[in-house]
């Protein structure tokens, strides 16, 4: 009977052991050295979309031990800082600006060469050179096409409140791309403007979705003539095979001159402060910005490729094409006075 | 025996009345690994005082404090009304089938609450299955309190069910047939002698179960319902406010103290252990007669709504997916570590809850009270606040466990430690204090007295309480996402990522091997009593 217990009590012990051993293994083959021999990299963007250029990475890089961890990417960033000195993310590979310009602001991400800054224009990375963008994406305007001719679009994302759309415009709230793109109203135009727009969006009962996938769906069905997505959920559907570009009745449309509605918002990368990995997290941002992966953003995930002279999805409008209203894309970060505007107007 | 019951004989001098120093050392140990969570609290407010009142005192805060805690008590009410005639159906009556509508009730805890709230808006929400099969407009709204209420209720009922039916089944018949034998009517017997002594398995079921409620983040988001957890992961996710966060966070930990006091008040001072010699008679089935057939009618109508058709449902979708791509070999391997996972953490809370259900059963005082807050507050704060906890404690106490599968089920048992403390401490409340003393007296040492008296006797709610952390580990995420080792994929996880990438339908498969894995766990529960 007393050996049982003896048992009992030495197999937390003896798992504790086992994994200290692994533990071992690892902390030895990922957190050592700046040789550019080995990489953690943590990733707020999806395996599906990202996990092809990271194989594509650890084949140019032989001898590297590249790792992923996938995760939201404000809780990565989170992680990073609860982890402070001893970080074991050699990089950080975000869905938007507003996580990258988090870090920055609590001053936990390097300030990136110039080498790898100037790949893309100035609005798509930092201002003070800690993160730069990969890709980007534009909200627009998903629209009808059968319901609706080009000349009957509105001008801006304000004028979606007259009559005319009454019930027929759909959102998605709760989504964070949303959310960034009210962010921006907020800092473009101001506080008292916004929560007017939301008001008067909600009095025109504009439809509630879970997320952009389902309101191009409810275009697509003639549910709702027009919706407020993110442009590259047209080229998902058509590249699904759900229909091809031609007949596909759901069209993108731009907001021109600059109007708020067509928020340009980026993925990026940063290499926090206490980043072990420098050289190899650099080498995979130069990987990111070079040629063949800008032309796979565009191709694969139908995102804009930032660098100049890679050609987006033949489909869209050039970028250098698209007026963005002018903002910093790390001040985005502030989300907090958005989702209290949002409930205060019971939108969400 | 000369001594009294409550005072045992100790021969080290050191003692907290009926506990020895071994149990008390043991407890003291579990509770400083599981303070690792009010630990960091307190690091980050004392960091920036200024910014925690600012989060603490800005406007709104205790009205969604209220709020949650109303949906809180609101779900540990409607689970108790659910879970009591539930578990005296299938504990104390005669109800056909009876050990089928047993696995039937317990088995909703499977469902991930966040799974059974998409599930839900899916059937009843705008443009859900019932609005096309009804052919309306529009039905009521789903979401908001109602939504959260109902959904959290009917997947977490079971946490009430489980040790009001075990202790149901432990009463001593000896007392209802006194009480009879005095002339007292059934009603009177079971508000006298029946229900007092099922409080403290009430009191424990429902304190789970709202602490759930509290603690839930992905439920009541899916549900719109705007709970004072959602505001702490908003704080981090969207503002990055990590002191605002671990302010609110805070006040959590002091809600959390007034609940457990609650329910310590309702369980002190009671013995629940048959005083007289030998031991319980096995009850008697109470005959239903004409109430058979309503009662198998309740348990089916529970067992639809709450089990059959959200598999259904899953069920459907999967088929539907089968269509497109199901990466099989993640899906298996993601289901191994699942298991791995969450069976160690199953076998460790086992044995951290002992001494601490040990402590909490024998010597209930301000003592078994911090160290009940201690152990409970992984449980009761949002799974973000535990994760990031250990992440910024662990990496500095053991950087060499970071990120590795050890420090993955340390925090799995630090987030379901409750369930098994309240598992196994229900059983010790039954055991006469006599008994060890009777093995103390005959001169064995602490460790062989545990070994002769205590495992043997509560290893019922030892096994309980393993079972019960195992279906709740394995259903868990914001830990897995940020401490599990690199590339070690879970099935939550991949259900996650599925969801998120597209539709929450392409998660489906993944989701129903969750379910398919978790079965072992509730036949360990259940599987094998009568």
Request: proline content about 6%.
């Amino acid at each position: 009977m007393n050996s049982k217990v003896t048992r009992l009590a030495l197999l937390p012990l003896a798992i504790i052991a086992i994994g200290a051993a692994s533990g071992c293994g690892e902390a030895g083959g990922g957190g050592e050295a700046g040789d550019g021999s080995s990489l953690t990299i943590y990733s707020g963007r999806d395996e599906e979309y990202v996990g092809p250029l990271i194989e594509r990475f650890k084949q140019q890089n032989p001898g590297s031990e590249v790792e992923v961890r996938y995760g939201d990417s404000a809780e990565l960033a989170a992680t990073i800082r609860e982890e402070g000195e001893k970080t074991p993310a050699g990089v950080f590979f975000s869905q938007d600006a507003g996580a990258l310009g988090a870090l920055q602001e609590a001053k936990l991400l390097k300030e990136l060469p110039s080498s790898i800054l100037d790949r893309v224009p100035s609005a798509f990375r930092s201002a003070q050179g800690d993160w730069v963008g990969t890709s980007g994406r534009v909200r627009v305007l998903g629209y009808d096409s059968r319901a609706l001719a080009p000349s009957e679009l509105p001008k801006s994302v304000f004028d979606l409140t007259e009559p005319r759309w009454k019930g027929k415009v759909g959102w998605a709230p709760a989504n964070a791309s949303f959310q960034s793109f009210v962010t921006a109203m907020r800092l473009s135009e101001g506080e008292a403007k916004t929560k007017e727009w939301l008001e008067q969006m909600k009095a025109n009962g504009t439809r509630s979705y879970e997320k952009n996938g389902i309101i191009r769906d409810a275009i697509a069905d003639g549910e709702i003539e027009v919706g407020l997505i993110n442009h590259y959920y047209i080229l998902e559907a058509i590249k699904e095979g759900e229909a091809d570009g031609d007949t596909y009745p759901v069209k993108l449309h731009f907001f021109p001159d600059g109007d708020v509605g067509t928020l340009i918002n980026v993925a990026g990368v940063g290499i926090p402060e206490a980043s072990k990995q420098q050289k190899a997290a650099e080498q995979f941002a130069s990987f990111l910005l070079a040629d063949p992966q800008q032309r796979y953003f565009a191709k694969e995930t139908g995102e804009y490729p930032l660098v100049k002279g890679i050609a987006q999805d033949p489909s869209l409008p050039p970028l250098s094409s698209i007026k963005q209203p002018q903002l910093d894309l790390s001040d985005l970060s502030d989300l907090q006075g958005t989702q209290e505007l949002l409930q205060e107007t019971g939108v969400l | 025996m000369a001594t009294s019951a409550n005072r045992l004989p100790v021969t080290g001098g050191f003692a907290l009345r009926g506990v020895s120093p071994l149990t008390l050392l043991a407890a003291g140990l579990v509770a400083a690994v599981c303070a690792v969570p009010i630990v960091y609290l307190f690091i980050v407010i004392v960091g920036e005082p200024a910014a925690a009142w600012q989060a603490i005192w800005r406007q709104g805060t205790l009205r969604l404090l209220l709020r949650s805690l109303a949906l809180a008590l609101a779900v540990g009410f409607t689970a108790t009304l659910l879970a009591v005639p539930l578990a005296w159906l299938t504990g104390r009556s005669d109800l056909p089938w009876r050990r089928g509508w047993t696995v039937l009730a317990v088995l909703p805890l499977v469902i991930p609450s966040y799974i059974g709230a998409y599930l839900f808006v899916s059937a009843f929400g705008p443009r859900g299955e019932l609005q096309k099969l009804l052919g309306v407009e529009q039905l009521p709204s789903i979401y908001g309190f109602s939504g959260a209420w109902i959904v959290l209720t009917l997947f977490t009922f079971p946490l009430v069910l489980l040790p009001v039916r075990a202790a149901m089944r432990r009463l001593d018949p000896a007392l209802e047939d006194a009480a009879h034998g005095m002339g007292r009517s059934q009603f009177e017997v079971a508000r006298s002698v029946i229900l007092p002594q099922l409080t403290p398995a009430i009191g424990a079921g429902a304190l789970l179960v709202s602490l759930y409620a509290l603690s839930d983040f992905g439920a009541v988001s899916i549900l719109r319902f705007e709970s004072f957890t959602q505001v702490i992961y908003q704080s981090y996710r969207s503002s990055f406010d990590r002191t605002g966060a671990a302010a609110l966070a805070g006040l959590l930990v002091l809600v959390l103290l007034l609940l457990l006091t609650v329910e310590s008040r309702v369980r002190r001072r009671r013995s629940y252990h048959r005083v007289g010699p030998g031991s319980a008679r096995k009850t008697a089935d109470v005959p239903l007669g004409r109430w058979r057939w309503p009662a198998v009618g309740f348990c089916a109508a529970v067992a639809l709504i709450s089990f059959v058709l959200p598999v259904a449902m899953l069920i459907f979708w999967s088929v539907q997916s089968v269509a497109g791509e199901v990466d099989w070999g993640q899906v298996a391997t993601a289901a191994g570590n699942s298991l791995l996972l969450a069976g160690l953490a199953a076998v460790v809370a086992a044995i951290a809850a002992l001494p601490v259900a040990w402590l909490g059963a024998r010597a209930p005082g301000r003592l078994s009270r911090v160290v009940d807050l201690l152990t409970t507050s992984g449980y009761a704060l949002p799974g973000i606040v535990v994760a990031l906890a250990i992440v910024f404690v662990g990496i500095r106490l053991v950087p060499i466990l970071y990120q590795s599968l050890p420090m993955t089920v340390l925090a799995m048992v630090i987030v379901c430690l409750p369930l098994a403390i309240t598992a196994t401490r229900s059983a010790v409340i039954q055991i006469p204090p006599r008994l060890e003393e009777a093995a103390r007296g005959s001169g064995r040492s602490q460790l062989a007295v545990m070994a002769t008296v205590g495992i043997p006797l509560t290893r019922a709610g030892m096994l309980a309480g393993a079972a019960l952390v195992f279906v709740a580990a394995i259903k868990e995420l914001p830990v897995v996402v940020l401490l599990s080792p690199i590339g070690f994929d879970t099935l939550p996880l991949v259900i996650w990522q599925q969801s998120s990438r597209s539709f929450f339908e392409s998660g489906a498969i993944p989701a129903l091997v969750l379910l398919m894995v978790t079965a072992p766990g509730i036949w360990l529960l259940v599987g094998r009593q009568r």
